[in-house]
Structures are given as structure tokens and as C-alpha cells.
């Protein structure tokens, strides 16, 4: 069964940094791309970056481009967020997923964890 687990999350001032983690299992990931996504309240889940787990090729959203780094740790099957200079437009709930990378879709999500920024 598969299982994604976040961590990370809280309360961070405008400016600020927080590392967000998302422990994977069930599944072995070479062939597996994991993202991380988040919706604010009132809005739709969006896209923020995403890895290829053989091979670690990252991808962003302009939104967070410069200022958020993806990054995975394939012998503890984590990955991970760092997040930089936070805004208030980043409080979101984030979560992650996965999709086989050939797949349309990801078909696997987490339960989330809630980012706060406050200005």
C-alpha cells in the first residue's frame, strides 16, 4: 500500500524559511516522479515543483522559481521542499503526490501540512 506522509509544516514570518518533508512507502519510485502541489483557502490545488526520482531532474512553478528547491533522498525514499523567502501568498496546505512517469495523472497524495506566513 502505498503512503506519503508530510512533515514540516507551521507558522513562519514573511521572509522566513521552513522545510517541508514527504516520507514515501509501498512503492518502489525508480520510475516515479513526486511533486509537491498546495491550495490556499478559496482556491485550487496548484503545482509547485516537482522531481524525477531516478535521475533527481527538477521543475517549478514561476511562482516559487529561485526561492523554493525540491530535492530527494532516494536511501531514505524522502523528499523534500526548502522554502525561502516566504511570502504570505504561500500559506497554503502542501502536499505531495506521485505518478508513474508516464502516467497523466498522480495518482497517489499525502494528507497534506499547513503553511502559515504571516506578514
Known amino acids: 500500500q502505498v503512503q506519503l506522509v508530510e512533515s514540516g509544516g507551521g507558522l513562519v514570518q514573511a521572509g522566513g524559511s521552513i522545510r517541508l518533508s514527504c516520507a514515501a512507502s509501498?512503492?518502489?519510485?525508480?520510475?516515479?516522479?513526486m511533486g509537491w502541489f498546495r491550495q490556499a483557502p478559496g482556491k485550487e490545488r496548484e503545482f509547485v515543483a516537482r522531481?524525477?526520482?531516478?535521475?533527481?531532474?527538477?521543475f517549478y512553478a514561476d511562482s516559487v522559481k529561485g526561492r523554493f528547491t525540491i530535492s530527494r533522498d532516494k536511501a531514505k525514499n524522502t523528499m523534500y521542499l526548502d522554502m525561502n523567502s516566504l511570502k504570505p501568498e504561500d500559506t497554503a496546505v502542501y502536499y505531495c503526490?506521485?505518478?508513474?512517469?508516464?502516467?497523466?495523472?498522480?495518482?497517489?497524495w499525502g494528507q497534506g501540512t499547513q503553511v502559515t506566513v504571516s506578514s
Open positions: 503526490a506521485q505518478r508513474f512517469i508516464y502516467a497523466a495523472a498522480y495518482d497517489s
Open positions: 509501498g512503492r518502489t519510485l525508480t520510475n516515479y516522479e
Open positions: 522531481v524525477t526520482w531516478s535521475t533527481g531532474s527538477t
